[in-house]
């Protein structure tokens, strides 16, 4: 069974800096996209980037460009979000995702039902 664990979530500062991690583990072969996803109180859960196997495959949505960074060590079986500049408004509990089927290219961050394999999500929290 494919488990997902998300850590590295708190509270910072607007303006500051945190790192998120998921670790995956009991893959019986590689997913062909990760995501990052987040979800503010009373709003729907909303993709923030997708890496993807094909041709280092890798988007952002608008509202984190140029301040977010997804990464992924395969040796570690783990993915990153490397959040800078952070916001009030990226106050949200972020999930990572991964699916095991279908296209291994994102031409853009695709929607929630893509993912057949979800973390339980870290919060982050930045206060102004």
């Known amino acids: 069974q494919v488990h997902l664990v998300e850590s590295g979530g708190g509270s910072v500062q607007s303006g500051g800096s945190q790192i998120l991690s998921c670790v995956a583990s009991?893959?019986?072969?590689?997913?062909?996209?990760m995501a990052w996803f987040r979800q503010a109180p009373g709003k729907e859960r909303e993709g923030v980037a997708d890496?993807?196997?094909?041709?280092?495959?890798?988007v952002y949505a608008d509202s984190v460009k140029g301040r977010f960074t997804v990464s992924q060590d395969n040796a570690k079986n783990t993915l990153y979000l490397t959040m800078n500049s952070l916001k009030p408004e990226d106050t949200a509990k972020y999930y990572c995702?991964?699916?095991?089927?279908?296209?291994?290219?994102?031409?853009?961050?695709?929607?929630?039902?893509?993912?057949?394999?979800w973390g339980q999500g870290t919060q982050v929290t930045v206060s102004s």
């Open positions: 995702a991964a699916k095991d089927y279908g296209s291994t290219v994102a031409p853009r961050v695709l929607p929630l039902y893509q993912y057949n394999i």
């Open positions: 890496i993807c196997t094909g041709s280092n495959n890798i």
């Open positions: 009991g893959y019986a072969h590689s997913s062909n996209c």
